[in-house]
């Protein structure tokens, strides 16, 4: 991937909404577990 796509990704502050993900993920992986 191009370095300009994370250039836009962290002005956006999708680097956020991807730490929610990681989270929602470690949850589901515990109910699931």
Do not use: N
């Not at 370095?3 to 956020?16: H, N, R, Y």
């Amino acid at each position: 991937m191009p370095t300009w796509i994370f250039l836009v990704i962290s002005e956006i502050g999708i680097d956020c909404e991807i730490r929610v993900l990681c989270k929602l993920c470690m949850v589901l992986s515990r109910i699931w577990s």
